[in-house]
């Protein structure tokens, strides 16, 4: 077993009381029982790691009742060489020695042992204990009736030191065992004594080097603490006030240098968490460096930075000094956590992706089968109303698909100016339907809000998600209070939040009274898929689904909460220059129609295949169909070029995209028209975003009317009614 493996002795602590239950209270004090073996299994079955109880010093307890009893334990201890480390000693214990006498007695016997006298009168003042016994560092004294964690402190602290000073002593010993050796080598050789005087002239000559080094060094460490951009500053260790201070740290503070030097660092208020500056002085004064600890520094002007802390102790003519270094790294954190959000919604993005695909392609047929029997039935057929159901199902799966996407920022959506205070109206009156009658409703009407250039549907969605997760959170029901208003962020007001900027907003707050979030749970508020709730009541996309808008939106959210006394989430939009005008109303599209042209159209799914072409061909096209881009080309070719239209999935096996495949064709066929599908989102699947300006786009899962309409658009050349086709 190595040395460093062996396990260590406990110290040994003699107590000298003539009372047993101060013995027992000592014992239960200093020698707690240890934690069950099957505790420390269930302990690591519960959090998946190892069980490696923390190690601990561990204390053996000696009792004595009488102060010549105490003197002949040390004593025996002493002569198995075992001695104690340290004695609890009380000052009265009749009849015999009190315990100033004792004390006397012990350190006569064995001057090394740290003692603390116990008392809970005044028998002896301070000045008669030292007058007694002489001044020493070896005495400290303990009121009754203590408190455990003193005791346990004093303990800790005096064995810990006794075993310094046996250490110290011991290699006091060993250093005078090596001088004396050298003494009688240098001795007996009057040659050895020659030798060591060339010795000690080279010596000599090397420390008046070193000391020219040294000036030379002092100065080149002035130079660069001056010119260094990195904050720096040095401290006295006895004195704890500013010695001097280099120019990076006067800006990063916001004091001037004369407002610094020879003032307490605490004076300041300079640091978030100053309550730990003891232990780092204690860490420097125990000759441990500090490297890189994160600490917040507060500005003169109130902005908290982030910044790395290093610290290291160095003397200056026999006086300690600490020298500081102070790292801004306040935009380095906002960037890390902007490129860790980034990193998280990119890949929910893509997980959103290749669900949407496949499930958009799934949609496709069942919303357009079911449109297409419902359309051919009677108003008093049984058959309405569960293919209504099947139709209003199918509609909820493509809008959650929609949400998926929307909180990656993937999403399509058609930006507006739009005026959210005659939105929040009309909202105001759907709202108390779905919250119930336990909660009480407040939007007050807002001012003359300017304009935002938005996604009405988004604000639409963004809004009810939020006051859905305040319901939640108000089961035993309460206050809901929704307003907008105008804000103005300036550049100087401090930001707690990365995303913020400044400029002219509106501000979207909306307050419940409900049972609010721990610190923990606010951390990870807006994750996707995070939730509080039970298995089955929520998917934790609802405030997932907020961020992601308020971010494709170029704002940011807000959310202050604390237990037991509600939250208040607030969004922010930036608001149009003035003049914004809402948009126009959309022209109503033609209805649909058939033709006679012939459409080659390109689907890997059998299903959307066959759905789409007895569509067309019901509608009187003529329809050839291709499941790949390479058969598509056969299929081109065979028909000798004469095709309308091709309609085409852009994602597709075969090694040839839906793009590459109209490309190839196009060039063969400039005048071909082309419609493009695909049940990802655009750019999503490295499609090209440009097909939403062309207005040849349409988006899974589709109804046949609106695939009808786009077809006939293409084939008329007509210019889009809107730029987007969507599936509703």
């Not at 035993?476 to 962020?489: D, K, P």
């Not at 948009?583 to 159209?601: D, F």
């Not at 196009?666 to 082309?674: I, T």
């Amino acid at each position: 077993m190595k040395t460093s493996e062996l396990p260590k002795q406990p110290h040994r602590i003699l107590v000298i009381d003539d009372n047993p239950a101060i013995h027992d209270d000592m014992r239960k004090i200093l020698c707690p029982a240890a934690a069950p073996d099957d505790y420390l299994a269930a302990e690591a079955a519960l959090f998946d790691s190892a069980a490696a109880p923390a190690e601990t010093v561990k204390f053996e307890i000696d009792s004595a009742y009488q102060g010549q009893e105490g003197l002949a334990l040390l004593k025996t201890a002493l002569a198995e060489g075992r001695p104690y480390a340290m004695a609890f000693v009380d000052v009265r214990m009749p009849p015999g020695w009190d315990g100033v006498e004792t004390i006397n007695h012990i350190w006569q016997a064995y001057p090394e042992l740290q003692v603390v006298i116990c008392t809970a009168f005044s028998d002896y003042s301070w000045s008669d204990i030292t007058r007694e016994i002489g001044k020493t560092d070896s005495l400290l004294v303990l009121k009754k009736p203590f408190d455990n964690i003193e005791v346990l402190q004093l303990a800790h602290a005096l064995t810990e030191k006794w075993t310094l000073n046996r250490e110290v002593k011991g290699r006091l010993r060993n250093l005078d065992q090596l001088i004396s050796l050298r003494t009688n080598e240098l001795v007996a050789s009057n040659e050895e004594l020659k030798s060591a005087n060339e010795r000690l002239k080279r010596e000599i000559a090397d420390r008046i080097n070193i000391e020219n080094a040294w000036r030379l060094s002092e100065e080149r460490f002035t130079k660069a603490f001056r010119a260094s951009p990195i904050p720096m500053s040095i401290l006295s260790l006895k004195h704890e006030t500013f010695m001097d201070a280099n120019q990076g740290f006067v800006e990063l503070t916001g004091f001037k240098l004369e407002e610094l030097l020879g003032q307490k660092a605490e004076g300041f208020n300079f640091w978030a968490d100053f309550n730990d500056h003891a232990t780092l002085l204690q860490k420097l004064s125990d000759h441990k460096s500090i490297q890189k600890l994160p600490r917040k520094l507060r500005h003169r002007a109130g902005q908290n930075r982030d910044t790395l802390f290093s610290a290291e102790l160095f003397e200056l003519g026999g006086e300690p000094f600490i020298l500081t270094i102070v790292q801004d790294i306040t935009e380095q954190t906002k960037l890390e956590n902007q490129l860790r959000q980034s990193q998280k919604m990119e890949a929910v993005g893509q997980l959103a992706a290749g669900v949407a695909h496949d499930f958009n392609n799934i949609l496709t047929v069942v919303q357009g089968l079911a449109s297409v029997l419902l359309a051919n039935r009677p108003p008093e057929s049984k058959d309405r109303k569960p293919l209504e159901t099947i139709v209003t199902a199918s509609d909820r799966a493509a809008r959650l698909v929609r949400q998926l996407l929307t909180f990656s920022r993937r999403q399509i959506f058609h930006p507006k100016p739009i005026d959210f205070g005659s939105n929040l109206a009309v909202l105001s009156e759907m709202l108390p339907r779905l919250l119930g009658e336990n909660i009480t409703l407040k939007i007050p009407a807002p001012a003359d809000l300017p304009m935002i250039n938005a996604d009405a549907v988004m604000m639409e969605q963004m809004l009810m998600n939020l006051s859905l997760n305040a319901r939640d959170a108000m089961p035993n029901g309460g206050q809901l209070t929704i307003m907008a208003e105008e804000i103005e962020v300036t550049a100087a007001a401090p930001r707690e939040n990365q995303d913020a900027y400044s400029g002219h907003f509106v501000c979207l707050s909306v307050k419940d009274t409900g049972c609010g979030m721990a610190p923990e749970v606010l951390a990870h508020v807006f994750e996707p898929f995070y939730t509080t709730k039970p298995v089955g009541k929520g998917t934790g996309l609802g405030l997932a689904t907020v961020y992601g808008i308020a971010q494709q939106h170029r704002g940011w959210v807000e959310v202050q909460s604390e237990e037991a006394k509600g939250s208040c989430f607030k969004v922010f939009i930036p608001a149009l220059a003035e003049g914004g005008r809402p948009a126009a109303a959309p022209q109503p599209q033609s209805s649909a129609t058939g033709g006679s042209e012939t459409i080659l159209l390109v689907e890997d799914e059998e299903p959307v295949r066959k759905f789409v072409s007895d569509v067309l061909r019901s509608h009187g096209y003529s329809v050839l169909t291709a499941d790949s881009g390479p058969s598509a080309l056969e299929e081109f070719a065979r028909r000798d070029r004469k095709i309308d239209l091709l309609l085409t999935d852009m994602v597709m096996p075969g090694g040839l995209s839906g793009r590459e495949l109209a490309r190839k064709l196009l060039s063969e066929m400039p005048g071909l028209r082309v419609i493009y599908t695909s049940g990802y989102s655009p750019g999503l699947a490295r499609n090209d975003l440009s097909l939403l300006e062309e207005g040849n786009f349409l988006a899974k899962p589709y109804v046949p009317s609106k695939l009808l309409q786009m077809v006939r658009r293409s084939m008329d050349r007509l210019p889009p009614a809107d730029k987007t086709v969507l599936a509703n």
